[in-house]
């Protein structure tokens, strides 16, 4: 029996030094780190650097490195770039430490938090192909973990004999986790076509923005909310409450975050096809965040990835009650929206010497509605937030009136289903409607046979 536990890279209580370019990066990786229970004890920002093609950093630096680890007796070296099988097993070598980088590490918390049947499967496979090639090199970790420590192996050579074995397990896994996936994925896209007619609105945006808060304010469910990167890796579907006419399905999504690795991307893109069913994008952001700019490009440039790009987007600043420039942030952002700002609204704009708002998100096609400022907390502006959708989808609809002869149930049913009805009245022939609703649900209806 296979046990993917066995390659598990353990990180509890770790201790680590932690190597990037940029603050955010050192930022995002330690945050990455805590969410996994261990623990960044040294920073090292890399200032110029040229890159090494063996070891990335270059083994002069690499020494270096290893020596502040052995005095602060660290044993977890996590660099916040991609190293390939053959850089990763040098720079071990040289360290003489668990070596870990972003994708690894990435991919050790997608696996530990992903819930549903799905997400497991497709973690797996990301995670095992990432490891397939670097297995020589992890393997005296992924011993230690099984408590071995070689067992009937143990003797010169029987490592390798041990990985031969295990490189086989590996693929043959994979194999199965690629068969009981498309399996999966037949039942979601069953699910999936059942909710063809009811709006959509997907919640997506930068890991721990607040979707999975917001989602449960809007439809008063309790899908995990953490303080934790990656909280989510389901997509959980909820009806808006209280219930809207037509009805309204809100869907929370897994965060994006800078540099996803590969696999994911390409394992993810069946759950994050949710995202391109939506008729709306409510794209969250952490207003409060200094990054919030380029957290903000990122999700777009995801999404683009993923074609949904072509999805109107309500762009939604959370976290206001934490934000200590709103000032800035709604400048910018309006700037956004509008694409362009006029550089007398600027200088109108008290900006008190700072520096005019510098991105510009490309928005290729797609409406961009006016901006939101809220708190996912603040339960009043939520359902402002609520009302704002519906507003949204209202001026999609279209109003129809009809008769619908008394004995027709099946067709009154589907009316109350797929639009709002604003006038009801018994007439002689039947039942007169008045209804608002999206001119595709009018063709499922087949209003033409009963028009008044
Ligand atoms: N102060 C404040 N905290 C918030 C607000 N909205 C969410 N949070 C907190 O932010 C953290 C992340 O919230 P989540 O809703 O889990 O974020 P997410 O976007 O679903 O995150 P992932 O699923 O990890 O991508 C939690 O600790 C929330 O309590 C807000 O408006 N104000
Ligand atoms: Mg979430």
């Known amino acids: 029996m296979f046990d993917t536990n066995a390659f598990l890279i353990p990180l509890d209580k770790r201790r680590a030094l932690i190597v990037s370019d940029s603050e955010w990066g050192l930022d995002e990786l330690e945050g990455l780190l805590v969410t996994m229970g261990g623990e960044c004890v040294e920073r090292t920002l890399l200032t110029k650097h040229r890159i090494d093609p063996k070891t990335y950093l270059g083994s002069g630096k690499l020494e270096e490195l290893r020596k502040q680890m052995d005095e602060l007796e660290l044993d977890l070296l996590l660099v916040d770039f991609d190293l390939s099988p053959s850089q990763l097993k040098n720079v071990e070598k040289i360290t003489q430490k668990l070596v870990l980088d972003r994708s690894g590490i990435i991919l050790e918390i997608f696996n530990r938090h992903a819930r549903s ?67 999966v994925e037949a039942s979601r896209d069953l699910h999936r076509r059942q909710r063809e007619s009811i709006l959509k609105v997907a919640l997506v945006g930068y890991t721990n923005a607040g979707k999975s808060t917001l989602l449960n304010a809007l439809t008063k469910s309790e899908v995990l909310v953490e303080d934790a990167l990656f909280a989510t890796l389901d997509a959980s579907v909820r009806l808006l409450t209280p219930k809207a006419r037509p ?10 975050i800078d540099r996803l690795p590969h696999g994911l991307v390409a394992s993810f893109r069946s759950t994050l096809g949710e995202v391109l069913e939506a008729d709306l994008l409510v794209h969250v952001l952490d207003g409060s965040s200094e990054e919030v700019q380029r957290h903000c490009e990122v999700t777009m440039k995801v999404l683009a990835e993923l074609g949904a790009h072509q999805i109107p987007m309500l762009l939604v600043f959370n976290k206001m009650d934490q934000c200590k420039k709103t000032q800035m942030l709604k400048i910018w952002a309006n700037g956004l929206y509008r694409e362009t700002l006029d550089a007398n609204e600027i200088a109108m704009q008290n900006l008190n010497g700072a520096e005019p708002p510098r991105f510009h998100i490309p928005k290729e096609g797609a409406a961009l509605f006016k901006p939101v400022f809220l708190s996912a907390l603040d339960l009043s502006q939520v359902s402002q937030l609520r009302e704002r959708i519906l507003s949204i989808f209202d001026s999609q609809l279209e109003i129809y009136e009809l008769v619908v002869p008394f004995e027709d149930g099946k067709t009154v049913s589907q009316i109350f289903d797929l639009s709002r009805v604003e006038v009801r009245r018994p007439l002689e022939t039947g039942t007169f409607f008045r209804i608002r609703t999206l001119p595709e649900f009018a063709a499922r209806i087949n209003v033409k046979r009963y028009q008044a």
Request: a positive charge; proline letters at 1%.
């Open 117 to 183: 049947k799905e997400a497991k499967l497709q973690v797996e496979t990301a995670r095992l192909q990432y490891l397939m090639p670097r297995l020589t090199n992890l393997w005296s970790h992924f011993e230690r973990q099984r408590g071995s420590g070689g067992g009937a192996l143990k003797g010169k050579g029987m490592g390798e004999k041990q990985i031969e074995v295990d490189r086989r397990l590996v693929k043959d896994r994979l194999t199965h986790l690629r068969r009981k996936l498309v399996e």
């Open 247 to 256: 009805a309204v399905l809100a869907i929370d999504t897994v965060g994006f």
